[in-house]
């Protein structure tokens, strides 16, 4: 940090004023210090040892002329900027670099060669703890990351500098016998502000969606009224204003850095920095008016610019980590819509090459029996009968995916009309009639009032009553009864239909996945009868399409229940193309 002749004579204190980073458009993912590893290996190191050397005889020289106390040290912020962005193979190679140029520089300024060395191994020290802390498992750090500024504030802000502060203060009270607490409380301040405040606007990494974002927003007029904003109320706060009013600078520069990110939070840091330090040191602004001794009005401000970059980093790092979020859930969406229309376009295609030849097998099957009745074995007729069966439960497959297609992109279409029930209820009893005959299901009707209206698609609710109907037969014993029921409910103003079985019932472990795609209870007896699993989830949806609702009761004996509005009005009603997406429970 400071040379020796500085710490022996308590009244000489020393400043470094940080020159303003300008944050030009990088290429992408790329720091300020990126260009530096494009160049031969030999002249990085030399442009290292050099730079460094240059910044620190800076500062002492600065300091000496201007007899103050040190406020920034830059020179370990390059140096942990060009160390964060470094390949691994030269960290240490651009660490003994810069160590040689600091020693040079500590040498020129008339400091003894122990005094030098130790100084200079002291900021090596302090920048190597520093890399060491952000760098463990990983490459580099982002700062756009919440996660990796915090790290980084913690690694530069407190344990780097805090523990060269230690060794400097312990190793200058022996030699030259200055005060502990006053060495190393300087040398801890100025070293941290130097590393929070210099070394994010070098590595700060913008990609060029971050890059395009930020420049676009920097130019829009509200950005740049931003800007404005904060310049001129810093200038003014720390110019004319003898009153503690720094903290009104504080929401404009975080507002910045949510408007613009983290250019902008690096350019109003940078101004802030500047012009605070610059205005304190004339005796102006809030800080610069205390009724203190420079030192403490120094640290003063110190605290000050460090809560400002903490704060107003942070919260760029979080704005730009979501919006990088919502553009990449932006283009998953894309992705996932183009994904699910191509799904939605070979389903269709693949059902319909299916179902054609299919049906045709399935005719051709059918026929069979009347065909060859004079030459077909009781084998034979077996053997067609398994393979009607067989046709028919691809069928349903097949007819029960493409509903579902359907459903999902909200392309199916319900008729909805006012019609008598009992009629309906009587077509899906005779289509379940056929339904797994070997089981020899008696199908009981218990229509209290066969003459109800209510405003419905036929084919629909067909589907959904066959669909309760085949899960009823397949669940129930050999040669047990199912039982479709019709009944008035709430006082006349709804009507139920429903269907009831003596099956064993519906698990606890499945109740709650009922409704959902590809769901099936795993009932030992009748898992190899299952279907698809989609019946009760396309006939949740057609039901909820029709202004239904649909439900169960889980215990023995399992009852399927479907409540409609009872219809008062005989007007028949139309709803093409519904958008079923909202009755999406699948």
Same mark, same amino acid.
């Given at each position: 940090?400071?040379?020796?002749?500085?710490?022996?004579?308590?009244?000489?204190?020393?400043?470094?004023?940080?020159?303003?980073?300008?944050?030009?458009?990088?290429?992408?993912?790329?720091? !300020?210090?990126?260009?530096?590893?494009?160049?031969?290996?030999?002249?990085? !190191?030399?442009?290292?040892?050099?730079?460094?050397? !240059?910044?620190?005889?800076?500062?002492?020289?600065?300091?000496?002329?201007?007899?103050?106390?040190?406020?920034?040290? +830059?020179?370990?912020?390059?140096?942990?900027?060009?160390?964060?962005?470094?390949?691994?193979?030269?960290?240490?190679? =651009?660490?003994?670099?810069?160590?040689? *140029?600091?020693?040079?520089?500590?040498?020129?300024?008339?400091?003894?060669?122990?005094?030098?060395? =130790? #100084?200079?191994?002291?900021?090596?020290?302090?920048?190597?703890?520093?890399?060491?802390?952000?760098?463990? *498992?990983?490459?580099?750090?982002? /700062?756009?990351?919440?996660?990796?500024?915090?790290?980084?504030?913690?690694?530069?802000?407190? =344990?780097?500098?805090?523990?060269?502060?230690?060794?400097?203060?312990?190793?200058?009270?022996?030699?030259?016998?200055?005060? =502990?607490?006053?060495?190393?409380?300087?040398?801890?301040?100025?070293?941290?502000?130097?590393?929070?405040?210099?070394?994010?606007?070098?590595?700060?990494?913008?990609?060029?969606?971050?890059?395009?974002?930020?420049?676009?927003?920097?130019?829009?007029?509200?950005? !740049?009224?931003?800007?404005?904003?904060?310049?001129?109320?810093?200038? $003014?706060?720390?110019?004319?204003?003898?009153?503690?009013?720094?903290?009104?600078?504080?929401?404009?520069?975080? /507002?910045?850095?949510?408007? +613009?990110?983290?250019?902008?939070?690096?350019?109003?840091?940078?101004?802030?920095?500047?012009?605070?330090?610059?205005?304190?040191?004339?005796?102006?602004?809030?800080?610069?008016?205390?009724?203190?001794?420079?030192?403490?009005?120094?640290?003063?401000?110190?605290?000050?610019?460090?809560?400002?970059?903490?704060?107003?980093?942070?919260?760029?790092?979080?704005?730009?980590?979501?919006?990088?979020?919502?553009?990449?859930?932006?283009?998953?969406?894309?992705?996932?819509?183009?994904?699910?229309?191509?799904?939605?376009?070979?389903?269709?295609?693949?059902?319909?090459?299916?179902?054609?030849?299919?049906?045709? $097998?399935?005719?051709?099957?059918?026929? #069979?029996?009347?065909?060859?009745?004079?030459?077909?074995?009781?084998?034979?007729?077996?053997?067609?009968?398994?393979?009607?069966?067989?046709?028919?439960?691809?069928? @349903?497959?097949?007819?029960?995916?493409?509903?579902?297609?359907?459903?999902?992109?909200?392309?199916?279409?319900?008729?909805?009309?006012? #019609?008598?029930?009992?009629?309906?209820?009587?077509?899906?009893?005779?289509?379940?009639?056929?339904?797994?005959?070997?089981?020899?299901?008696?199908?009981?009707?218990?229509?209290?009032?066969?003459?109800?209206?209510?405003?419905?698609?036929?084919?629909?609710?067909?589907?959904?009553?066959?669909?309760?109907?085949?899960?009823?037969?397949?669940?129930?014993?050999?040669?047990?009864?199912?039982?479709?029921?019709?009944?008035?409910?709430?006082?006349?103003?709804?009507?139920?239909?429903?269907?009831?079985?003596?099956?064993?019932?519906?698990?606890?472990?499945? @109740?709650? @996945?009922?409704?959902?795609?590809?769901?099936?209870?795993?009932?030992?007896?009748?898992?190899?009868?299952?279907?698809?699993?989609?019946?009760?989830? $396309?006939?949740?949806? /057609?039901?909820?399409?029709?202004?239904?609702?649909?439900?169960?009761?889980?215990?023995?004996?399992?009852?399927?229940?479907?409540?409609?509005?009872?219809?008062?009005?005989?007007?028949?009603?139309?709803?093409?193309?519904?958008?079923?997406?909202?009755?999406?429970? $699948?």
């Amino acid at each position: 940090m400071n040379n020796m002749q500085e710490w022996q004579d308590p009244k000489a204190y020393d400043v470094h004023l940080e020159k303003p980073v300008t944050v030009q458009p990088a290429e992408k993912s790329a720091s !300020l210090v990126s260009p530096l590893f494009k160049a031969p290996s030999w002249l990085q !190191l030399i442009v290292v040892a050099v730079v460094f050397c !240059l910044l620190a005889y800076g500062c002492i020289v600065y300091t000496r002329e201007s007899s103050r106390i040190a406020t920034i040290w +830059i020179a370990n912020s390059a140096l942990l900027a060009v160390l964060l962005e470094a390949p691994k193979a030269r960290k240490y190679l =651009f660490l003994a670099a810069a160590y040689i *140029g600091n020693v040079a520089a500590n040498l020129i300024s008339g400091d003894s060669i122990p005094v030098a060395a =130790f #100084l200079a191994m002291n900021n090596s020290i302090e920048v190597l703890i520093a890399v060491l802390i952000l760098l463990r *498992g990983r490459d580099r750090v982002d /700062l756009s990351k919440p996660s990796d500024l915090l790290s980084f504030f913690w690694a530069a802000g407190i =344990f780097a500098p805090l523990a060269a502060a230690i060794l400097a203060a312990m190793f200058l009270h022996f030699w030259a016998g200055t005060g =502990f607490i006053t060495v190393a409380q300087t040398w801890y301040l100025a070293d941290a502000l130097g590393l929070l405040t210099g070394t994010p606007f070098l590595i700060a990494r913008l990609s060029s969606f971050d890059k395009k974002h930020e420049l676009e927003a920097i130019r829009q007029p509200a950005g !740049l009224l931003l800007l404005l904003a904060c310049f001129g109320s810093t200038a $003014i706060i720390f110019w004319y204003s003898q009153q503690s009013l720094h903290y009104l600078v504080l929401p404009l520069l975080y /507002l910045t850095a949510y408007r +613009i990110g983290l250019l902008g939070a690096a350019i109003g840091n940078t101004f802030l920095a500047l012009v605070s330090i610059i205005f304190t040191f004339q005796g102006h602004g809030p800080f610069g008016a205390l009724s203190a001794d420079l030192e403490t009005k120094v640290i003063l401000l110190q605290l000050f610019i460090v809560t400002s970059a903490l704060v107003s980093l942070v919260t760029a790092a979080i704005i730009t980590q979501q919006r990088r979020m919502r553009a990449e859930l932006s283009e998953l969406t894309r992705m996932a819509l183009t994904s699910s229309k191509a799904k939605s376009e070979f389903v269709a295609n693949m059902s319909h090459e299916l179902r054609t030849p299919l049906t045709s $097998i399935r005719g051709v099957l059918g026929l #069979l029996p009347q065909v060859l009745s004079g030459t077909l074995t009781d084998q034979g007729k077996s053997l067609v009968k398994i393979g009607v069966a067989n046709a028919d439960r691809l069928l @349903r497959m097949i007819n029960d995916i493409l509903d579902t297609e359907q459903i999902e992109s909200g392309k199916i279409s319900v008729s909805l009309k006012a #019609l008598e029930l009992g009629p309906i209820l009587d077509n899906a009893v005779d289509m379940a009639h056929g339904y797994l005959p070997e089981k020899k299901i008696t199908i009981v009707k218990a229509f209290e009032h066969p003459h109800l209206k209510a405003t419905i698609d036929p084919s629909r609710l067909e589907q959904v009553l066959f669909n309760l109907l085949s899960n009823a037969i397949k669940f129930s014993p050999n040669e047990g009864t199912v039982t479709i029921g019709l009944k008035e409910i709430e006082g006349g103003s709804k009507v139920r239909i429903y269907v009831e079985d003596n099956g064993p019932g519906i698990p606890d472990s499945f @109740r709650s @996945r009922i409704f959902q795609k590809f769901e099936q209870a795993d009932s030992g007896d009748a898992r190899s009868k299952n279907g698809s699993g989609l019946g009760l989830s $396309i006939s949740k949806a /057609l039901v909820e399409a029709m202004h239904g609702t649909i439900g169960y009761q889980a215990s023995a004996p399992t009852v399927f229940y479907i409540d409609l509005p009872l219809e008062e009005d005989q007007q028949d009603q139309y709803v093409a193309n519904t958008d079923l997406k909202k009755y999406r429970t $699948i």
